[in-house]
């Protein structure tokens, strides 16, 4: 057997599942479950490429063996620490921890093959504290307490998006920290005070196309071209 469906079954305890050798899938989710041990095994699940453990009773990311995991979801389990064994991990490819408890990003490190990282309604402060990403393309931060972006970044050089929606930045001048990384090219800070207190929309995206030139959605709007002459003549008026 390859593959368990067992969410929705009120399950506490998750022992017995260590006999499953040849798991390529695994459904835990809306369970019980408060600990992941069997997963910090190295001779248990060689296979195992995909596990949803959300909405589960958890209190902590775990040291994960699990050589050839690919995606996890540990949403909505309310955790706010992270195991002292825990390196990150060298193949997981999406990581789901949206609606926990964590006030950082220092946690996330040391993931070479991160594309997609899920982190809404937690309890992060600052855009920052992340460690060797490399192929992180898609950070997903909405619904946070962030207010300030930091002048100096850890690198990002694949990120393509970030979602900031629903947090909490005040200035043009805190959300042009965005552009230190040069290949963004959709952000979405819908919610946020700079968006809402805007006195237009097309002069928030013109201000921030001034900054990037590489900007191809704002908002969940597509860029047109005739919102790249506006950031034209907005720079010329500005420089007059």
Partial sequence: MTEVQLENNGIIDIKLLECMQKLVRLNLSNNKVKGMN????EEN???LKWLDVSNNKLVEIPALKLPKLEYLNLSNNKMEKVNDQWTGH??????????NKYKSLAPFKSMPLLEELYMASNAITSLSGWESLPMLSKLHLRNNNIDKIDDELPELPSLKYINLRRNNIQSLEVLEKLFQFTTLTDVNIKKNPVEV???SFNMLLAEMLRKSTKLERFCKIKVEESSRLDAIFLAEYKYD
């Fill in 38 to 41: 069997i997963f910090t095994q």
């Fill in 45 to 47: 699940f060689p296979n």
């Fill in 90 to 99: 060298p193949n997981v490819r999406i990581l789901c921890c949206a609606d």
């Fill in 197 to 199: 207190e805007a006195t």
